[in-house]
């Protein structure tokens, strides 16, 4: 493709760019026309196998190699990522429907995992432990882990595969990475610029299938692999727990949400609007951390509401590529009947619609940007994560009791809140069972800070000091000394 220099249409193991065995092919659709960009290996059990073998492989001589030397090659690669940034945004947007000006956003939000744990790398210092016995010496080291499979969703087909690359290949560990099957192209495009950087073969592996249970299954129980990595789904992320089980993989999970929105009666309410419409539309509602439940207090209810919803109906719709776009395609034909059947089951509900509430006329797999009031914790789509550009509101009075609300799912990523009393910030930052709390701010993510989950949001944290450390083990050193 002529303006997508990107664009690859092969798998990549163990240095090769590689069809599958019995050469079947997976098409990649972009979302916002319906239109074949190209097809890619729909590859099965045998050439995960062969990914996982290339990793062991590669691993001997990886994990030998200095911290500075892994270092230097990842700050090619994040060098190379930043002077494709154009392309690589172009490509994110062609095949996933993200507004040009988002995907661009993201490809230096994903380099910037490259970069900082390219420097992360030379800090991975052991201990030295004050003896207990006489005459001896205790020390501890760090090394890494082994071969990773390192398994991704659509959502972010370029930053939730850096995120966890980064930080393996800095510790030394190899990786097989699974990409969503809408998004391929992105993770192919991530591999071809790491080659041309110089990492060498085998270090990094794509396969990409069509067939994710088959392909999980090699990549989650084959006992050359020594952790799973995965970013997807709750009921995903269990499944794979179980059959990480029988090997006693280490594992992280970044998993499903269902965020709270809280706007108290203290908040600077055109600040709340813009950090509400940031968490809930930004690509197309389809993000883990975006805000899925909207707690208004009585006393700014309508003040609020009357900013929001004029601010939501101002969004434009359209496709990624043209000019001025904010919201993009939902990803599949299967996500726009989601976020659909939670509309019109919440309105027979009770729901009140406020604005929106349909397919939209831009195109089949658009969604209109859409309000809810009046919704109830009674309601299906309380407790489900929406994944589409729909907010769903609720009010409130107290804060006890929205916190218990809040706190009322399974889930536990990202919660928010709004309010400018600093009693009330330490209380509910404390309260809210979740791994990230945005304070006066929808936009949380940054590669210096932990990301991560609670209770079925997973477990493990990427990004910052604490993301290098899933991929290392720590070894103790006890010596008898003279
Ligand atoms: P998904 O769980 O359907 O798929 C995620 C990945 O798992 C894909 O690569 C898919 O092919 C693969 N997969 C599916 N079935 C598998 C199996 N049986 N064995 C092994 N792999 C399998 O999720 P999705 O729809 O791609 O992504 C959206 C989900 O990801 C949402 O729940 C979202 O909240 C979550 N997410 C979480 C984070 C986070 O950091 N916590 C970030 C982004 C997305």
């Given at each position: 493709m002529e303006d997508l220099p990107l664009v690859l249409s092969h798998a990549y193991i163990n240095g090769q760019w590689v069809a599958a065995d019995n050469g079947a092919t997976l098409p990649v659709i972009n979302?916002?026309?319906?239109?074949?960009?190209?097809?890619?290996?729909?590859?099965?059990?045998?050439?995960?196998?062969?990914?996982?073998?290339?990793?062991?492989?590669?691993?001997?001589?990886?994990?030998?190699?200095?911290?500075?030397?892994?270092?230097?090659?990842?700050?090619?690669?994040?060098?190379?990522?930043?002077?494709?940034?154009?392309?690589?945004?172009?490509?994110?947007?062609?095949?996933?429907?993200?507004?040009?000006?988002?995907?661009?956003?993201?490809?230096?939000?994903?380099?910037?995992?490259?970069?900082?744990?390219?420097?992360?790398?030379?800090?991975?210092?052991?201990?030295?432990?004050?003896?207990?016995?006489?005459?001896?010496?205790?020390?501890?080291?760090?090394?890494?882990?082994?071969?990773?499979?390192?398994?991704?969703?659509?959502?972010?087909?370029?930053?939730?595969?850096?995120?966890?690359?980064?930080?393996?290949?800095?510790?030394?560990?190899?990786?097989?990475?699974?990409?969503?099957?809408?998004?391929?192209?992105?993770?192919?495009?991530?591999?071809?610029?790491?080659?041309?950087?110089?990492?060498?073969?085998?270090?990094?592996?794509?396969?990409?299938?069509?067939?994710?249970?088959?392909?999980?299954?090699?990549?989650?129980?084959?006992?050359?692999?020594?952790?799973?990595?995965?970013?997807?789904?709750?009921?995903?992320?269990?499944?794979?727990?179980?059959?990480?089980?029988?090997?006693?993989?280490?594992?992280?999970?970044?998993?499903?949400?269902?965020?709270?929105f809280i706007v108290f009666e203290d908040a600077d309410l055109d600040k709340a609007v813009q950090g509400a419409l940031v968490s809930k539309y930004r690509n197309a509602g389809q993000t883990c951390v975006c805000t899925n439940r909207l707690y208004i207090h009585d006393a700014v209810y309508d003040q609020f509401m009357a900013r929001y919803i004029e601010a939501v109906a101002a969004l434009k719709l359209g496709d990624g590529l043209a000019d001025g776009t904010e919201i993009g395609p939902l990803i599949n034909a299967r996500a726009v009947a989601k976020v659909d059947t939670l509309v019109t089951e919440a309105i027979s509900q009770g729901a009140n619609l406020v604005l929106g509430g349909q397919i939209a006329d831009v195109g089949e797999q658009f969604y209109q940007p859409t309000i809810l009031s009046d919704v109830t914790e009674q309601m299906n789509i309380a407790h489900q994560e929406l994944f589409g550009p729909v907010t769903t509101v609720f009010r409130f009075n107290d804060e006890e009791d929205v916190i218990l609300r809040a706190n009322d799912t399974p889930y536990g990523l990202a919660a928010y809140f709004y309010s400018r009393d600093n009693s009330r910030i330490w209380r509910v930052s404390e309260a809210l069972e979740y791994g990230i709390i945005g304070i006066n701010e929808g936009i949380i993510s940054t590669e210096v800070a932990p990301f991560g989950g609670v209770k079925e949001s997973g477990c493990g944290r990427e990004g910052s000091k604490y993301g290098i450390e899933d991929y290392l083990e720590i070894k103790y050193l006890c010596l008898g000394v003279d």
């Open positions: 979302p916002a026309n319906g239109v074949l960009i190209t097809e890619v290996p729909d590859m099965g059990a045998s050439e995960a196998q062969a990914a996982v073998v290339a990793a062991d492989k590669a691993l001997q001589g990886w994990r030998k190699t200095t911290a500075k030397h892994r270092a230097n090659l990842l700050k090619a690669w994040f060098g190379l990522i930043v002077e494709h940034a154009d392309e690589l945004a172009k490509l994110l947007t062609t095949e996933q429907g993200k507004p040009y000006k988002e995907a661009y956003g993201e490809v230096m939000y994903g380099a910037s995992f490259i970069e900082w744990f390219a420097e992360e790398a030379k800090r991975t210092y052991g201990d030295h432990i004050p003896a207990a016995m006489p005459g001896n010496r205790y020390l501890t080291i760090k090394q890494p882990v082994g071969v990773v499979t390192a398994i991704t969703p659509w959502n972010f087909p370029v930053a939730m595969i850096t995120r966890k690359v980064g930080p393996a290949l800095a510790a030394g560990c190899t990786v097989v990475v699974k990409p969503g099957e809408d998004t391929p192209l992105c993770a192919l495009a991530m591999a071809k610029l790491a080659e041309q950087a110089g990492i060498p073969a085998g270090v990094i592996n794509v396969v990409t299938t069509a067939r994710p249970a088959e392909v999980g299954e090699v990549l989650c129980t084959h006992p050359l692999v020594r952790k799973v990595s995965f970013t997807g789904s709750t009921p995903v992320g269990k499944h794979i727990l179980r059959q990480a089980a029988d090997t006693v993989k280490k594992v992280s999970m970044e998993l499903g949400g269902n965020a709270p």
